[in-house]
């Protein structure tokens, strides 16, 4: 999140030179929480995850279509799986192909991330990875192979109780009530350190997109400590209703911005 991780989990690589400044933010609402404390709260009584559904993104370089993405959320035994993908398209698949997969699996009652695998195809690097969150013994557990080389590597790290993932936690970022001025403080793994992620309630907009208009939430999470800290900007807008579905997100990096722009929503 701070690279930012989420957006780095979606979105092709391309240079996007986008807005360079987030838009003002309306005023917090009164009695706004801010979470200090690092962790994942379970999701609140009657949550119910939106199984079934994928959301399908178009990814914009120069207002031009770089690329598109994925996010899906079903059920899986007594797990909740969530898949994604980014691919590039057209002549940025040319200039640099990427075809990536991601397959996380999340505690239904916790939000706690349980594994992740990833298949990363992006310019010439050719990547398998997994992730296993073992709470018993507070470690993560990676190994990733060199699909070119075939070269492989192994690395556990410390993690708290809980931990969410790179894909997983965009959904629970949606989770949360989200109200404007609120502030969420949160764990979050990708194989490596832990880091503290600190999400901002910004403010309300109106946003449209391929799949139409929408009233949303703006949030802006970064990487409060932790390896990732400071390497980039990122925004979610959620749809300001019970579904706090992502309508677009926003990664601005140092070499440039990219956005995902929601274009349809399907339920099967």
Excluded at 35 to 62: C, H, K, M
Excluded at 154 to 166: K, L, R, S, W
């Amino acid at each position: 999140m701070g690279t930012p991780a989420v957006a780095v989990a979606l979105l092709v690589s391309a240079v996007l030179t986008g807005q360079t400044q987030p838009p003002q933010s309306s005023g917090p609402t009164p009695g706004a929480v801010i979470e200090s404390e690092s962790r994942i709260t379970p999701p609140p009584p009657g949550y119910a995850f939106a199984n079934g559904q994928t959301l399908s993104y178009d990814v914009e370089w120069r207002l031009l279509t770089a690329g598109t993405a994925t996010l899906r959320l079903d059920t899986s035994g007594d797990e909740e799986r969530v898949t994604a993908s980014g691919d590039s398209t057209g002549v940025f698949s040319v200039l640099y192909p990427v075809h990536d997969r991601f397959d996380a699996r999340l505690g239904p009652r916790t939000f706690c991330s349980a594994r992740i695998t990833k298949h990363t195809e992006e310019g010439f690097r050719r990547l398998d990875t997994s992730i296993r969150f073992d709470y018993a013994r507070r470690q993560s557990v990676l190994q990733e192979k060199n699909l070119k080389t075939g070269a492989s590597k192994q690395d556990e790290n410390e993690i708290p109780g809980c931990v969410t993932d790179v894909v997983s936690g965009i959904l629970y970022l949606g989770s949360r009530p989200l109200q404007v001025g609120q502030a969420y403080t949160f764990p979050l793994n990708n194989g490596g350190k832990t880091s503290d992620v600190r999400a901002r309630v910004e403010g309300r907009e109106e946003i449209k997109t391929p799949a139409g208009a929408f009233h949303t939430v703006r949030v802006q999470p970064e990487a409060a400590s932790g390896a990732v800290r400071s390497k980039g900007r990122l925004w979610i807008w959620y749809s300001d209703d019970a579904s706090h579905i992502p309508v677009q997100m926003r990664a601005r990096l140092w070499w440039g911005t990219l956005t995902l722009r929601l274009t349809r929503v399907e339920k099967k």
